[in-house]
Each structure stands twice: as structure tokens, then as C-alpha cells.
């Protein structure tokens, strides 16, 4: 079973820097690539982040590039996305998942997804 445990969200201020956490279990995380979600009440869900299983390829989306960082630690079974810069539109519910890829193109479709509750980021103005 596919187990997922995001953590790290807060309320921060404009501007300001948060580091999420996601430690994962249930399936061979260093040969998947992992993503970062995003929800906001009423939207889908997006890919925000993604890294390749050895952390060789990252792609962030356009609205995030040069604030988020994605990293993984393969030896801990964990990812990370550092957030820095924030704004009040980052503002959302945060999710990982594995991923079936991870491109210059964008974050693939969740792998076996459980989203689980998710780490809520608010960023205040």
C-alpha cells in the first residue's frame, strides 16, 4: 500500500519560506520520480513540482520556477520542496505523489495515487 505523509505547511507571510516534507512507503521510491500537487478549494489539483528517481531531472511549473526547489533523498525514502518567496496565490493544500514521469514538459500523471490529508500552505498578504 501506497503511503504518503506530507508535512511542513504553515501560515508565513508574503514573502516568507516553508520546507514541505513528503516520507513515503509501499512502494520502491528511489525508482520512481515524485511530484509536488497543489489544491485549492474548488480547482483540480496541478502538478507544481516534479524530480526523476535519482533527482537528475526537476521540472518546476512556470508560476513556481526560481522560488520552489524540489529535492529527494533516496536513503530516507523522502522528498522535499523548498518554498521560498511565497505569495498569497501558493496559497493551497500540498500533495505528493509518485509519478509515472517526469519531463521538461511537465509532472505526470500520479502513480497509484494516496493523496492522504495533504499539508495546507497559507500564505498571508
Known amino acids: 500500500e501506497v503511503q504518503l505523509l506530507a508535512s511542513g505547511g504553515g501560515l508565513v507571510q508574503f514573502g516568507g519560506s516553508l520546507r514541505l516534507s513528503c516520507a513515503a512507503s509501499g512502494f520502491n521510491f528511489d525508482a520512481r520520480p515524485i511530484g509536488w500537487f497543489r489544491q485549492v478549494p474548488g480547482k483540480e489539483r496541478e502538478g507544481v513540482s516534479c524530480?526523476?528517481?535519482?533527482?537528475?531531472?526537476?521540472y518546476h511549473e512556470d508560476s513556481v520556477k526560481g522560488r520552489f526547489t524540489i529535492s529527494r533523498d533516496n536513503a530516507k525514502n523522502t522528498a522535499y520542496l523548498q518554498m521560498s518567496r511565497l505569495r498569497p496565490e501558493d496559497t493551497a493544500v500540498y500533495y505528493c505523489s509518485p509519478t509515472y514521469g517526469c519531463s521538461a514538459s511537465g509532472v505526470g500523471p500520479p502513480f497509484r495515487p494516496s493523496w492522504g490529508q495533504g499539508t495546507l500552505v497559507t500564505v498571508s498578504s
Open positions: 524530480i526523476s528517481s535519482r533527482g537528475h531531472i526537476r
